[in-house]
Every structure is written in C-alpha cells, then in structure tokens.
C-alpha cells in the first residue's frame, strides 16, 4: 500500500506542476558554429557538453542534444540538435529544431 500512496503523490505532484522536462538544456548559438566537413566529435562535445543520447542509423554515428518541456496547459518547449559523423568522426550532416511562438 505504501508504494501505491508514493506514486499518487508523485502522479499529483506532476499533475499540479503543469509540465515535465525530458533532456538536457544545450547552447543554440553555437549551432551555426557547426561545419559540415569539419567540425570533429571533441569540438562539438566542446560546443554543447556530451550529448544526451547517441545512436547508429544505417551505420552512420549519431549524436542528439535535446530539451523537451511540456505542459498539460500551454504550448510545448523543445528544442532538439541531431549530428550525424563520418567514418572519421567529422560532422556529415546535422538538424536543428525548436518551437516556436
């Protein structure tokens, strides 16, 4: 029964709260600081910290940066960086999103 009264509370806590944050926050100036055929994994990591998840797509090495607030009333806070490498750890290609107002 404890267990089920922590989780009620915690259900309420978010409820009330109004919004919950997945990622971690990065710096979006330094996106256009970013180089196709260029800029190396240790300066990005200089740029924007470790990324928050890190993945493989068709072979190709891929880095994400991301933040994600949402609210249960009002408009979505997000903003996501994904950079893919090449086989020398050199940016190949990358996206950057975020909402907007």
């Not at 990065?26 to 600081?33: E, G, H, I, L, S």
């Not at 994994?41 to 190709?60: D, H, L, Y």
């Not at 891929?62 to 893919?84: E, F, H, S």
Request: glycine share 8%.
């Amino acid at each position: 029964m404890n267990d089920i009264y922590k989780l009620l509370v915690i259900a309420t806590l978010i409820l009330f709260s109004g919004c919950a944050r997945v990622g971690h926050d990065f710096d979006a100036q330094n996106v256009n600081m970013i180089m196709i055929g260029k800029t190396s994994q240790s300066e990005i990591v200089q740029m924007f910290g470790k990324p928050w998840r890190k993945g493989i797509e068709n072979g190709v090495t891929m880095w994400t940066y991301g933040r994600y607030t949402y609210r249960v009333v009002g408009q979505a806070d997000t903003k996501d960086l994904v950079i893919k490498f090449n086989d020398k750890n050199i940016v190949k290609s990358y996206t950057f999103n975020e909402t907007v107002d």
